[in-house]
């Protein structure tokens, strides 16, 4: 079992960049998949970016894919997103998740552990 905390997340205007951070206490962290999900007003959550246990295996939407990247440093315990390039529409509560199949997977129901998310707005 792993709680993962997110934080990075804050105002910036269209075409700048932040770096959501995903972190948990447990070395065992290192073992989990970890996606990056999403959700804006009024809309689902919907998938963003993922990474198996690895770091050899990456997945992205399509609207995030060339902008967004997504990494991990096991020393730190740490699931770094960053982000390029970000549109007002990249506006959303952001959530990192793990999952204990140690893959990089899109479908949320695949994710046991959701962090409390961290708001990312960008201005145009």
């Known amino acids: 079992q792993v709680q993962p905390v997110e934080s990075g997340g804050g105002l910036v205007q269209a075409g700048g960049s932040l770096r959501l951070s995903c972190t948990a206490s447990?070395?065992?962290?290192?073992?989990?998949?970890v996606g990056w999900f999403r959700q804006a007003p009024g809309k689902g959550r919907e998938f963003v970016a993922a990474i198996n246990w690895s770091g050899s295996s990456t997945r992205y939407t399509d609207s995030v894919s060339g902008r967004f990247f997504i990494s991990r440093d096991d020393a730190k315990n740490t699931v770094y997103l960053q982000m390029n390039s970000l549109k007002p529409e990249d506006t959303a509560l952001y959530y990192c998740?793990?999952?204990?199949?140690?893959?990089?997977?899109?479908?949320?129901?695949?994710?046991?552990?959701w962090g409390q998310g961290t708001q990312v707005t960008v201005s145009s």
């Open positions: 998740a793990a999952n204990d199949l140690g893959t990089a997977r899109e479908s949320n129901r695949l994710y046991r552990y």
């Open positions: 447990e070395r065992t962290f290192r073992s989990y998949g």
